[in-house]
């Protein structure tokens, strides 16, 4: 009959189209999109430079250092960081002289609050992150990579990636909360190691490297709303290390 091929030929079409979309539709199910592998960092290694002993802390003066006078003062040996008022950003006391690979022992103490201090470095004094820096007192805000203890402990990347994934548990197993904690810093290349009270508690690569930069050493008084107390002693560091490894680890 006239018209009877081409329907057969219609119908066809349409019986092949649908086995062709069922196969893709079923290799979908079977081989679902791979995820990305995550980048392994690259190995970076220590920089040279001349290698010497540093005090940067001479026990009874903030010379050396930059912050907010009311808010840092030193009293019987010990560096104070001290608010009363809220701080709607960190502030940190920062050191005049810029680093690059260094060994950093020193001693922190939180006494009132529960907020985390820390140690930064590898970054940039970055006053630019409020609208008004003097309202809002960023003068000696920065933006690099952070090791925060105690409270919350692991690393952080300030204005910049967050959390960078390292696991503060090891330290909180070995750390104080209202007490001195002994705390050594060793940055080399771009490997950040940790020690708390002589346990190796972080050794982690950046695997963004380019990130990195020699800048100032910073100890920071966290934004709060409350009242808040941290104490620093010690403080000596030096640059460029001799040994390749953490020396307070037991």
């Not at 649908?18 to 290694?45: H, Y």
Request: net charge positive; hydrophobic share 35%; proline share 6%.
């Amino acid at each position: 009959m006239p018209g009877a091929v081409p329907v057969r030929c219609a119908r066809l079409s349409v019986a092949l189209l649908l086995v062709l979309v069922g196969a893709v539709s079923g290799q979908d199910k079977k081989d679902p999109p791979k995820k990305e592998a995550k980048k392994e960092a690259p190995v970076v290694k220590p920089r040279e430079g001349k290698s010497e002993t540093v005090k940067l802390f001479d026990g009874k003066t903030l010379a050396g250092w930059e912050g907010y006078s009311d808010l840092w003062s030193v009293n019987d040996g010990v560096i104070v960081a001290k608010n009363t008022a809220p701080l709607k950003f960190s502030t940190y006391l920062l050191t005049k002289d810029t680093y690059s690979d260094f060994r950093l022992t020193f001693a922190s103490k939180l006494v009132t609050s529960e907020m985390h201090s820390g140690v930064c470095f590898w970054g940039v004094v970055k006053p630019d992150v409020s609208k008004d820096p003097e309202k809002d007192r960023t003068k000696h805000t920065y933006a690099g990579h952070l090791v925060m203890f105690p409270s919350g402990y692991g690393l952080y990347d300030l204005f910049g990636r967050n959390g960078l994934g390292v696991d503060g548990a090891p330290a909180k197993k070995v750390g104080k909360q209202h007490d001195w904690n002994e705390i050594e810093v060793l940055a080399q290349g771009n490997r950040i190691r940790v020690a708390i009270n002589g346990a190796a508690v972080v050794d982690w690569r950046d695997p963004q490297p380019e990130r990195i930069k020699a800048g100032p050493i910073g100890l920071q008084l966290h934004s709060n709303t409350v009242p808040q107390e941290v104490q620093f002693k010690g403080l000596v560091l030096e640059t460029f290390p001799k040994e390749d490894k953490l020396l307070t680890v037991k």
